[in-house]
């Protein structure tokens, strides 16, 4: 990540003079070698904090070169203090490597639990999805917030039975009792649903009506009765499927894996050639670095 701070006069200030077209059309351009500039959804450019701190910008990328090749198309209109490279572990899942059996879990604990849906998914006020899921060492509820996107309406469409794996931080609740608030979902198994429905007449077609809980059932136009066996079981479609479910960029944690960054993994160090560092200092020293 290429951290660009500002100078003292900016600090505490909360609005940045950085130019966010320049934003959209340097994303564009890097999308392969860097991550989450921008939310594609809503177009909003993400690179920006919005406080009062002396961060003016941060991109995060692949490598030192990409980074610095990146920063150097934003159109800035204040003075850099400085800007500094960093290896980090944002944007890797870094804090998500750890599995836990459900009865192992601790409050701020940061975590992955496989298990089956054993509650069904309810909606909160506010819009959040709580859901429970149990392995054989015990259960938990599972909370996909309204910002977490396709993770939530993916919790939604969740039946008992189903598989799932779901990663994210423990939060404690009143009485002892946690919650995961999940941060990416990853449906492994789902099970058949079956919807009831009432059978049609065998004299005339017509649909019945049932004759109550545990009944039979009873033409609505002829009066025939017809055993409650002769309930009509159809599979439901599933409107989910088997994958794994991430919310969008604007709802990320420092450390959340975007999924731009699929199946990329770097436990190596980085190629360090004189070459390449040169280079990317040279086009740093092009920076206007307030004095
Ligand atoms: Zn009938």
Known sequence: EIIAYRT?????????????DSVRLMDAMFRGSTFNNVDHETGRVLICPHGPDPVLLGIRGEDPTSVTNTFNQIKIDE??????????????????SCHRKIKTLLPYQS????GTVTGAPRVLRGGHVIFRTSDETGSVDCAAYRATGLVRETAL????????????????????????????????????????????????GTRCESMGKGQGFRCRKCKARLPKTFRVEKLELRKITLGTYHPPPRAHRHLTKPTSRNGIHRDTPFETKNDNIDQTLESLVSISIAS
């Open 8 to 20: 003292r006069e900016n600090i505490g200030t909360t609005t940045r003079s950085v130019n966010p």
């Open 79 to 96: 003075p850099i203090e400085r800007a500094m490279i960093f290896k980090t572990n944002q944007g890797t899942d870094a804090h998500l």
């Open 111 to 114: 975590t992955v639990i496989a």
């Open 157 to 204: 469409q969740l039946v008992p039975g189903d598989s799932v794996t779901a990663s994210g931080g423990i939060h404690p609740r009143p009485l002892g009792v946690l919650t995961l608030n999940v941060e990416k979902l990853e449906v492994t198994g789902l099970v058949d649903t079956i919807r009831v429905e009432n059978p049609s007449c065998s004299n005339c």
